[in-house]
């Protein structure tokens, strides 16, 4: 796949079923270092919770979610918003949003409902890439969002415990190809709150790694003070602190993604 005027958007969902993995700190951090890298990106927070709006600095509004537009009521393209990041839009969250699993379920294609909102803004290739912060539970805005994905990046905390959920999140994935989307594959597995100081990070990588192979990311997301104090300034850590090693962290990534997806004009 070349950059340029013929590459085609691709839609990468960050998902894990599990919380507390670091996948909205990866929401905000990638989506901006990508855009950075004068990357078009589109972020989309389906988590209810919205920390991925308000850590890029939007409040809260109603209304001004993807709800809408799976409903119907609106174009999606109609809800994407600026942020104060070059070259990254978002569709924000909103506490109603939590309404759209009971919402949704009543509609006979509830499960497509998230392609059908995106797949104008997809087609038009007006975005490199388009994130979706997926909520942390395996609900229907979950099952939505593997629906419309071309790839899923899963977040994975340096610790045993989460290993066990890394085997739901592949069987999922493996399923949803097989109904109906058949370009979905787990593109990356990225091991967060790494830790290089303990035996049990260094250990819990490896053991991915003996499963996973190269889909494992090469960059480690340590724990940085940096990381967890970027979003209550409402800023990525890029903008927070160019320096730090979450910022030098998520510009790795952000490189390495580029990478694997062939894209030139890597810095």
């Not at 388009?130 to 099952?143: E, K, N, Q, R, V």
């Not at 049990?200 to 724990?223: A, C, M, N, W």
């Not at 790795?252 to 004009?265: D, I, V």
Request: glycine share 8%; charged share 20%; net charge negative.
């Amino acid at each position: 796949m070349s950059y340029g005027i013929e590459m085609q958007t691709v839609v990468v969902a960050l998902a894990n079923q599990k919380g507390g993995v670091g996948k909205t700190t990866t929401a905000i951090n990638f989506s901006a270092c990508l855009a950075e890298k004068n990357r078009r990106v589109l972020l989309v927070d389906l988590d209810p919770q919205a920390n991925a709006t308000s850590g890029l600095g939007l409040e809260k509004e109603a209304g001004a979610s993807i709800f809408p537009a799976l409903m119907g009521d609106v174009a999606g393209v109609d809800q994407i918003k600026q942020t104060g990041v070059k070259n990254l839009d978002i569709i924000p969250s909103e506490l109603d949003l939590a309404g759209a699993e009971i919402a949704i379920a009543r509609h006979d294609d509830y499960l497509h409902k998230l392609r059908k909102a995106l797949g104008p803004v997809v087609e038009s290739n007006r975005y490199d890439v388009i994130l979706l912060d997926c909520p942390p539970s395996l609900g229907i805005l979950f099952m939505n969002a593997l629906n419309v994905a071309h790839e899923v990046i899963i977040p994975m905390q340096c610790e045993y415990l989460a290993l066990e959920g890394l085997g739901v999140m592949v069987d999922i994935v493996q399923q949803v190809a097989e109904a109906g989307n058949p370009r979905l594959h787990i593109s990356g597995i990225l091991m967060t709150m790494y830790n290089p100081s303990t035996n049990l990070s260094q250990q819990v990588v490896q053991e991915v790694i003996k499963h996973f192979g190269d889909r494992v990311y090469e960059t480690l997301i340590p724990r940085n003070v940096r990381l967890s104090e970027a979003p209550s300034f409402g800023l990525p850590v890029n903008k927070h602190d160019p320096h730090c090693v979450g910022t030098a962290a998520y510009r790795s990534l952000a490189k390495e993604f580029m990478g694997r997806q062939k894209l030139t004009g890597i810095e």
